[in-house]
């Protein structure tokens, strides 16, 4: 019997998908997941499930999968990210050979893909972290795939991954080598960090038109901004969100207040403060769920505040529409900001353009925004060093003005929208009050300053 092409370890949401992906495509393909306890029937229960497909078989013991491949192995993980992985690939260990492929497409820290790369590369074992978007729809129809590691490695994968990703507007595949060792992982967590801003934005629109408005009406609004220039999956699926009801009862208003997180969110804001790179937006969307997390205390708390009797203040949908507008832009600049920064310092080459390409179709936060953005980024790698940008912030900087001035006058927190108005007043502004921290600084623990008039090698220490 022949042997399979592709192997894929880990048959849950992600894993089972991927499979169907790839065995839709026509690649022959071996499946393995652990069969101990509860996950028994994990693999008998995927086969018996997709009878249509006979190029899969399926395998419970790390023996017999790994026979079923043709050499070199070209194994995916779809684990869960953190010790399992490293597990994983100790049981994997003493069975791969040199020039097998091991693929990590969990989301993964990128310094923890960093050391398995390196660990791995010592056996002549290739090993690629691919941060894979789209969830269990785009795992089925097509994902975004971020592939890192090393050229060579990914050119004898790369017939396989990019006949299953999804593909842009002149049907290239979402899929593309992104730099050494753990770049893929990095710039899919930094794609989450975008993912928590974008949805904690439609969040905090629904929280402020919410107040006048109701679930349907909302939708429509979205519905129809979802047509043109601000159209994305995130806005979609949450004009989708807010209509549906099980009974007469629409579910979003079941939905417990306390929004989880797995970690890739943190994970970019603390590299990001590591670099010096002020993703401000991803911070607050990620300090926005830590704060819903405190449910039991909000509503203790919100016992000393009464809700007034009058009729909210709320902005009108051109200035609501046009604050979004702002503040998409802002946090796609700072997203990539980022990534081009911890490029210089890891020593990748990266192509912001052919990343937002990527990311055009396949991914959680594509966008019709994406797909200009990788356009703006075949000519520069900063969004602000183009005309066109500045004067479009600045025309749009009066409607968020209007939106956060309501926010206040009812009493609705606006974190991310905050944090994109302050970071883009702060980013076009010569004079910040830091020359104040620095006399502080000098005062209380003799840190020194630089002058406006002198040299900038210079540092000067007063005694206060
Ligand atoms: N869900 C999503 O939208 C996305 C998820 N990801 C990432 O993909 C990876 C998989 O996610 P997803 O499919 O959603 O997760 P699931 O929880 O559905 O599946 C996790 C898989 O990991 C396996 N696993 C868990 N613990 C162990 C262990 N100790 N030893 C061996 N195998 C183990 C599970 O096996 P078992 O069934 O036996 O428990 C299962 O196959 C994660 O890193 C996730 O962050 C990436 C993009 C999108
Ligand atoms: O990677 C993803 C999408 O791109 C996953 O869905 C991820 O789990 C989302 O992150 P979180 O659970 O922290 O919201």
């Known amino acids: 019997m022949s042997k399979s092409q592709f192997g894929v370890i880990g048959l849950g949401v992600m894993g089972k998908s991927l499979s169907l992906n790839i065995a839709e495509k026509g690649f022959k393909l071996s499946v393995y997941n652990r069969s101990e306890g509860e996950e028994a029937n994990v693999v008998k229960d995927f086969l018996n499930q997709n009878t249509a497909f006979n190029n899969i078989s399926g395998h419970t013991s790390i023996d017999s999968f790994i026979a079923s491949l043709e050499t070199p192995r070209k194994i995916l993980m779809m684990i869960k990210a953190g010790s399992v992985v490293d597990a994983v690939i100790k049981q994997l260990e003493p069975y791969l050979n040199a020039d097998d492929i091991l693929i990590d497409g969990g989301n993964s820290h990128y310094l923890d893909t960093k050391n398995r790369y390196e660990a791995l590369q010592k056996k002549g074992i290739h090993f690629i972290g691919c941060g894979i978007s789209g969830g269990e729809e785009g795992a089925r129809k097509g994902p975004s795939m971020m592939p890192g590691g090393n050229i060579h490695s990914y050119s004898l994968v790369a017939p396989i991954l990019e006949k299953i990703s999804a593909r842009d507007k002149n049907n290239k595949a979402c899929c593309c080598f992104i730099a050494n060792n753990g770049a893929g992982h990095f710039v899919k967590m930094i794609h989450n960090g975008v993912e928590y801003s974008e949805m904690q934005l439609l969040a905090e629109l629904y929280a402020i038109m919410s107040l006048t408005m109701s679930n349907e009406d909302i939708s429509k609004v979205f519905s129809n901004w979802n047509k043109g220039d601000l159209s994305s999956y995130l806005l979609e699926i949450t004009a989708n969100i807010l209509t549906k009801k099980e009974g007469n009862t629409y579910i979003v208003d079941t939905i417990l207040d306390k929004a989880g997180n797995k970690g890739t969110g943190s994970w970019s804001s603390k590299t990001a403060l590591e670099i010096g790179i002020p993703t401000t937006m991803m911070t607050s969307a990620v300090f926005a769920r830590y704060l819903s997390s405190f449910k039991e205390k909000r509503v203790q708390l919100s016992q000393h505040f009464t809700k007034e009797n009058r009729t909210p203040d709320i902005p009108n949908i051109k200035d609501l529409e046009n604050a979004y507008r702002f503040a998409r832009i802002i946090n796609h600049q700072q997203g990539f900001d980022v ?126």
């Open 339 to 464: 990534i081009n920064e911890a490029a210089k310092a890891y020593n990748w080459t990266i192509n912001l353009s052919e990343l937002a390409r990527i990311w055009t179709n396949g991914c959680i936060i594509r966008s019709e925004l994406m797909q200009q953005v990788s356009e703006l980024f075949k000519n520069q790698t900063n969004l602000f060093d183009n005309i066109d940008i500045i004067n479009q912030l600045k025309s749009l900087e009066p409607y968020i003005e209007e939106v956060i001035k309501s926010a206040i006058s009812n009493r609705v927190p606006l974190d991310t929208f905050w944090s994109s108005y302050n970071y883009w007043v702060s980013m076009t502004s010569a004079k910040l009050p830091a020359n104040i921290i620095q006399a502080q600084r000098d005062y209380f623990g003799a840190h020194t300053y630089q002058k406006i008039d002198a040299p900038l090698s210079q540092f000067f220490h007063t005694n206060w």
